[in-house]
């Protein structure tokens, strides 16, 4: 499946026939001055959490392309209140048939504050299952045993996981998450966007290579085949 890297945590997937665009952060982002947001085409929206970086553009792609919002009761719940009526909510453990596959909503250890200050849930991650092979967000999260679950529950061929330390699990922590989940290509997110996350990322991708694993650290707007 083709995944382009749009800056920060925002990912497109192409899974078959559906685009499925994750944690669009992208006008704010001076790294992602590339991207054309309003060139973004996607089928479904998810979003881990409620924090800015993760959320930025979500509200003018929802409403552009008609997508369908895939994230917890509490952010479905707020994108309503604006508008926002293709909406599937999920809470953690819990997941649901699209036409794409299986999307499972799962626990990432972080904080979910939405911009305005409404309550937004509790963060998590993605599993999703796909005829074009299954994958992994973390989102936002520490390193938690509870990755060992996924690892037993689904055979992933490949995850995005947070790598930037600071505010999330840094790189030596997702490559034992690596390990937990069972993938051994890993594509890097949520580093190099602000000082507090910037990355060594020879010593990353070493770090990686040490526990087996591939790291791809892609360029803003690259497109990887995973
Ligand atoms: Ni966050
Ligand atoms: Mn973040």
């Not at 409620?50 to 552009?64: M, N, P, T, W, Y």
Request: net charge negative.
């Amino acid at each position: 499946m083709k995944v382009t890297y749009l800056g920060h945590s925002s990912l497109l997937v192409e899974a078959g026939a559906m685009r499925l665009l994750f944690d669009p952060f992208i006008t704010p982002n001076p790294r992602a001055e590339a991207i054309d947001v309003n060139a973004i085409e996607a089928d479904y929206v998810l979003l881990t959490h409620g924090h800015e970086d993760h959320l930025a553009d979500a509200e003018d792609i929802l409403k552009r392309t008609g997508a369908t919002l895939i994230s917890n009761f509490e952010i479905v719940s707020w994108y309503g209140e604006k508008g926002v009526g293709n909406a599937h909510p999920l809470n953690h453990g819990g997941g649901a048939d699209f036409d794409f596959g299986r999307v499972t909503f799962v626990a990432a250890v972080h904080s979910s504050g939405l911009p305005d200050g409404s309550y937004g849930g509790n963060p998590g991650g993605f599993v999703v299952e796909t005829g074009e092979g299954n994958f992994y967000v973390s989102g936002d999260t520490a390193l938690t045993c509870d990755m060992k679950l996924i690892g037993e529950s689904v055979d992933l061929r490949w995850a995005a996981l947070c790598v930037g330390d600071n505010f999330t699990m840094g790189y030596r922590d997702a490559a034992r998450a690596a390990g937990f989940v069972g993938v051994d290509r890993v594509l890097g997110v949520h580093y190099d966007t602000f000082p507090p996350i910037e990355i060594d990322h020879a010593a990353a991708r070493a770090a990686f290579t040490e526990a087996g694993v591939e790291l791809v650290l892609a360029g803003v707007g690259e497109t990887v085949e995973f």
